[in-house]
């Protein structure tokens, strides 16, 4: 599991070449979101850290035991939750769910999963698809 806080954990990956650059820029995309919902400043000068970072799951990670990513393995984890938004999103032929969970009033993490990682989990996540917009 990847945990990206900041415009410098992109930066690391990239670096590195831990994942593709589509993904990178859809999660650059996303970071620039998240961090404009808490304020206007410029990304590498705030991080999600207390606002919710966004989760980039690897094939092998268990979305039943999540402690690291805020969701106890006592509420099963990815499965205990009921999102606030979900869609799919491909990525050169690669599906993800992008998946925006609430806890409590101020803490709101992005999951991205690979599709397929988990079919309980692909069977939570589809009943909360949002309907794509026309």
Known sequence: MRIICNDQDLKLLELH??????????LRDDLAQNLSWICEAVPNEVSL???GPIFLLE?????????????????GGLL?????????VNLDGNMFWKALVVIGNS????????VGMDSELDQHLSKYL?????
Do not use: C, Q
Request: no cysteine; charged share 25%; hydrophobic share 35%.
């Open 130 to 134: 949002d309907e794509p917009k026309s």
């Open 59 to 75: 094939l092998g990670d268990n979305p039943r035991g999540m402690g690291p990513a805020g969701l106890p393995s006592r509420i």
């Open 80 to 88: 205990g939750l009921i999102p606030e938004h979900v869609e799919e």
């Open 49 to 51: 850290d207390d606002h």
């Open 107 to 114: 803490y709101a993490p992005t999951y991205w999963i690979p």
């Open 17 to 26: 070449r831990a994942i593709t650059p589509n993904l990178l820029l859809f």
